[in-house]
């Protein structure tokens, strides 16, 4: 699916309607309200929470500090499940949950000094943006829906996840989706990931990561000359596997990241390695790739391992090499159907409340559930903000309103299903 397809498709007459006497109504208004007086909670939320270190698989303490706020919000059944993910529902009487998440995890690791100050309307600091205004806008909605005793069909499942970044491997999200209590009872999925309102994550970019092992017996450069050598093998490996054809559409990329390998320039390594990453949005496209790196290995390692064949004049016991793909990370791909039940509320609020939004494929929590075929996007929490991933990053709470009203009223929508 091209980005511009989804944007293509109308909203059914009907939906919008329903979006419009929605947003009215006495508790709509009641929690909008919420939102407006209540900007100082939420970033005082947002910078108490962003100050509390979380790397990926340490989030506890961040998570002991949310369930805190659930629990002071009166959500029902709040607790940290065994991965770490903090949970609380607000019940209905409805059969199927309806989620709103943000992943609680940062990729700063330990140790890095985290200083967050508030200045005027923004906010400074690592993870006050990716992910802290997502779990604040979490809590805004929360807040307000408890506040404005809003009432729903669905009940409402509010998860702060672990493991959304790098090596954490959407390992939260998978929790959720293989956990018997839920992995049936979710009809849709609502993702809040970073600020802003002008974008929807609604195809889901996939990645397999592979820690790429040769070794041999080693020895010296000069008297072993001849010897298999692991570096040149992974050399080898990299030329071929780098000429592999890529399709225009779907995207999909690969790069090596990390070589490694070798103790001193006279001695043959006993082993190298590097780390591949394949992007893309099509599954079958990666595992061509994959293929594609396998085939370029195994050959490379046969080459090498006759090398002593060609280098040396004296006859030796042939040396082998041997090879191994790890695979240290698998994000699985998926997208949405065009017409897809929160693709058009989505639409429908964007439409209501004057917003433009483009649709975007990313890699998020929504990679899990798009995978499996629910319906599920991820969005802003609202405000604007920079330098994700970096020491730098700064969050403005300018517009944050907006952001909220955005989720607020997609939220009750799919918690109403016509
Ligand atoms: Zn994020």
């Not at 939906?15 to 208004?29: D, H, I, K, W």
């Not at 400074?124 to 990716?130: A, T």
């Not at 992007?279 to 006759?306: G, I, K, Y």
Request: one cysteine or more; glycine letters at 10%.
């Amino acid at each position: 699916m091209s980005p511009s397809r989804a944007e293509e498709l109308a909203v059914p007459a009907s939906l919008q309607q329903e979006t419009a006497r929605l947003a009215v109504l006495p508790q709509m208004r009641a929690a909008m309200a919420w939102f407006h007086s209540h900007e100082e909670q939420i970033a005082a939320w947002q910078a108490e929470m962003a100050a509390i270190p979380a790397p990926p698989f340490s989030e506890t303490p961040r998570g002991e500090w949310l369930k805190n706020r659930f629990d002071d919000l009166g959500l029902e059944d709040v607790h940290l499940d065994s991965v770490g993910n903090v949970l609380g529902i607000r019940p209905a009487t409805g059969k199927t949950f309806v989620t709103l998440s943000a992943h609680i995890d940062t990729v700063f690791p330990a140790g890095v000094p985290i200083a967050v100050r508030r200045q005027g309307s923004r906010i400074y600091g690592p993870g006050v943006s990716d992910n802290a205004a997502g779990v604040a806008a979490m809590l805004a909605v929360a807040a307000a829906a408890q506040a404005a005793k809003l009432t729903h069909a669905l009940p409402i499942l509010f998860i702060g996840n672990v493991g959304e970044e790098g090596e954490g491997d959407l390992r939260g999200m998978r929790h959720i989706f293989s956990n018997p209590r839920w992995k049936n009872s979710i009809s849709h999925s609502l993702i809040l990931d970073g600020s802003g309102t002008d974008t929807i994550v609604s195809e889901a970019l996939g990645s397999r990561r592979f820690e790429v092992i040769v070794r041999g017996p080693g020895g010296h450069s000069w008297s072993d000359f001849g010897t298999p050598n692991p570096i040149l093998a992974l050399a080898r490996t990299i030329e071929a596997f780098a000429a592999s054809p890529l399709p225009a559409s779907p995207k999909t990329t690969f790069n090596v990241g990390v070589i490694r390998g070798g103790t001193s320039v006279n001695s043959i390594p006993e082993s190298a390695s590097m780390r591949v990453d394949i992007r893309s949005t099509s599954t079958v496209e990666m595992e061509r790739l994959e293929n594609s790196l396998r085939t370029a290995l195994d050959r490379a390692v046969a080459v090498e391992s006759r090398s002593n064949e060609r280098r040396s004049a004296t006859k030796r016991t042939p040396q082998k090499l041997t090879s191994e793909v790890v695979a240290i990370g698998n994000r699985p791909a998926g997208e949405l159907a065009p017409n897809a039940r929160i693709l058009q509320v989505i639409r429908a609020v964007d439409a209501h409340l004057g917003n433009a939004a483009q649709s975007q494929r990313a890699s998020t929590d929504a990679n899990i559930p798009l995978w499996l075929g629910r319906e599920a996007i991820a969005i802003g929490g609202g405000g604007t903000g920079g330098g994700a991933h970096t020491l730098q990053e700064w969050f403005d709470c300018g517009g944050r309103e907006l952001g909220l009203q955005r989720i607020l009223l997609a939220l009750l929508l799919l918690a109403n299903p016509a």
